[in-house]
């Protein structure tokens, strides 16, 4: 056994944290302009949580669930995706009581786990930013979340995303389309995949969602899902059409998707990118007004996304977006002599009670090698400390771009060391 990390997982190292906190720290800030507020439910869950309401034809729940018994013999596995879990706290907790504001906005982000071929940007430790909305099937809601990844990946730089917009219509129209799909594949069965055929017993739908070559061709003259909406369903695609259009919200209507879990119904879209000649989702949700019922709640509506960090990360780097990722030091103590070194404790601390983010040298090194580091950290201001400035009780403190240098008593700039700081030009 060698002393690695797992297939499919990623150590995140500091240079590469710093952009998934500000990933993070975005996305809150946007969060909260529309109202979501943050939820954090378990990592793993019991097995049937996910099984069911993802769907047990799903690849999620057939292939790729992390998945064991406890020592007390639970079923339990590693959660693979955010609304299950946060549907399941929604109604153990009575998030629906009359007296809670509807709709009710969640949004959560962590790890997930799936069980798959790790390439670029599918990991089997991976990371999802989602929310879910429950309590209004009015479809501006639909079109202000689908609104809202929209402006949160426009804002971030990524450019060139293409949303893709479907309806999978109520239950109703949907088992008409079922059938209708089941009497168009079964006639060329035989050219289907292996999980295909067994799809298309279990589960029709599922084909249109094969990434297998055979099937993509199979499926390219199928019956379109938009010529079995009732009424209802219709109007409810038609009003989320008009206020996309309102919005400006640019949009391609895709029949063929129909997402990889089993719970969605009317809307449903996708953020695609193209990277290297790869389509990549980036982003993918929509409505499931079953699910909250199907946990035991009331019936109640629910929209919901779910975001990929990794793949948002990815497609970043590959369009040289650069986020603007502040981690410059406020000072730089450069440390000289051994009768230095409790003098440099006391002031590293003093500037970092008062605010500043502070480094110093503890080493003992050479001074031009102080200075290195000084670089490195890309030190705004830098002061020199040796034993000569502990006895006289002075020191200059430098902008280390400009080479201005004060002298000031080492006492004030303890106490206070903002002045000197903006008189140095920050
Ligand atoms: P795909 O069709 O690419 O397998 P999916 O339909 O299984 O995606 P969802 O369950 O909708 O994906 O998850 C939402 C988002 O989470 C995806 O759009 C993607 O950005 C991200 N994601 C899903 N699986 C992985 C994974 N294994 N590694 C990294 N990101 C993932
Ligand atoms: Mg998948």
């Known amino acids: ?22 990933v993070e720290g975005f996305a809150r800030e946007i969060f909260k302009r529309y109202n979501y507020a943050e939820v954090r439910t378990p990592i793993f869950e019991h097995y049937e949580v996910i099984s069911r309401s993802v769907g047990d034809t799903t690849d999620i729940v057939t292939k790729e669930m992390y998945d064991f018994y406890d020592k007390g013999e639970r079923h339990i596995t590693l959660r693979p995706e955010g609304t299950a879990p946060v549907v399941r706290s929604y109604v153990e907790n009575k998030l629906f009581a009359p007296e809670v504001q509807k709709p009710s906005k969640f949004y959560y982000m962590g790890p997930m786990f799936r069980y798959e071929r790790p390439q670029a ?10 929310v879910e909305c429950f309590g209004s099937s009015n479809p501006a809601t639909d079109v202000e979340t689908i609104a809202m990844a929209a402006h949160f990946l ?3 730089g990524v450019q060139g995303v293409k949303l893709h917009l479907n309806t999978l219509g109520n239950p109703e129209s949907r088992a008409a389309y079922r059938q209708a799909l089941i009497d168009y594949l079964t006639p060329m069965k035989d050219s289907l995949s292996k999980d295909s055929k067994r799809r298309l017993e279990e589960n029709p739908l599922r084909v ?27 109007a409810h695609f038609d009003a989320v059409r008009q206020m996309l259009k309102n919005l400006g919200v640019d949009y391609i209507i895709d029949t063929n998707m129909v997402r990889g879990l089993d719970y969605y119904n009317h809307t449903i879209f996708e953020f695609i990118t193209e990277i290297e000649g790869n389509e990549l989702t980036v982003c993918a949700g929509g409505r499931y007004d079953g699910l909250i019922a199907y946990f035991g709640g009331p019936e109640t509506a629910g929209f919901g996304f779910g975001l990929g960090v990794e793949r948002l990360l990815l497609v970043l780097e590959k369009q040289g977006v650069a986020l603007p990722i ?30 500043f983010k502070a480094e110093r040298d503890y080493l003992n090194r050479k001074l031009k090698a102080q200075f290195k580091s000084a670089d490195v950290f890309a030190a705004k201001t830098l002061i020199t400390l040796g034993e000569s400035e502990v006895e006289s009780g002075r020191v200059k403190v430098k902008n280390n771009q400009t080479r201005e240098e004060i002298e000031v008593s080492l006492e004030s700039i303890s106490q206070n060391f903002t002045e000197v700081f903006e008189k140095l030009g920050f």
């Open 1 to 22: 056994m060698k002393l690695q990390k797992p297939k499919g997982t990623q150590d995140i190292l500091p240079a590469e944290s710093a952009k998934w906190q500000y």
């Open 121 to 130: 940007g599918r990991l089997r430790q991976f990371h999802q930013i989602g």
């Open 154 to 156: 426009k804002a971030i």
């Open 208 to 234: 249109l969602d094969s990434k297998e070559k055979e099937d993509k061709a199979a499926v390219e003259n199928a019956p379109s899902i938009l010529d079995y909406l009732d009424e209802e369903s219709q």
């Open 326 to 355: 502040e981690n410059a030091l406020d000072v730089y103590i450069a440390v000289l002599g051994e009768g230095a070194n409790i003098k440099a404790l006391e002031l590293v601390q003093a500037l970092r009670q008062q605010g």
